[in-house]
């Protein structure tokens, strides 16, 4: 199965450093008992470890856990490390993180405002 990110519901980032050496039992707990969230919604959990080189996604299909596992090889993620705490991602700010780019990006173009000419 192939997750689409664009399909999913929510996603949540788990800011901060997660130990990758959890399964899909010690993630999900640590979603429902620290985080108080539903592991069974339509949500895809994202969670990273002490190098930023690599990043687990657990996800419920419906029927089952599915746990994803990517190392890069070249480059690291832009990873927020400052708090212990979840946050959701819009799709943009998934296609951010996984391009290696910060997930608060500055507004390139600020808001026009009515002038005189």
Known sequence: MLLNFQTVHHVFIVCGKTDLRKGIDGL?????????????????FLFCGQRSDRFKILYWDGDGFLLCYKRLENGTLKWPRKKEEVRSLTAQQVRWLLERLSIDQPKAILSGSKGTF
């Open 28 to 44: 999900a707990s640590l979603i429902q008992h620290t985080y108080d969230l539903d592991i069974y919604q339509d949500a895809a």
